[in-house]
């Protein structure tokens, strides 16, 4: 099955927006824990935190930038 064009703008869209929110839930996750105290060492924690949230948001500004090919 073939998508047309215009749906295929709004499904990069879609996906942009769920991108940046995994994102929000990752960081909001790294600071929890880390005001938690959990058992993970704090450089790990922050380490692991900026890379995930940072590829979270390279894919979501890639899919909006696909999303705004006309």
């Given amino acids: 099955m073939k998508l047309k ?3 295929k703008l709004e499904l990069y869209k879609e996906e942009s927006k769920f991108f940046v929110d995994v994102a929000k839930l990752v960081f ?3 600071i929890l824990a880390g005001i938690l105290k959990e058992d993970v060492g704090l450089l790990w924690l922050l ?3 900026v890379i995930s949230v940072a590829i979270f948001l390279a894919s979501a500004y890639y ?3 696909l999303s705004k090919n006309k």
């Fill in 5 to 7: 064009k215009e749906d």
């Fill in 28 to 30: 909001a996750g790294v």
């Fill in 47 to 49: 380490c692991g935190g």
């Fill in 63 to 65: 899919a909006f930038k």
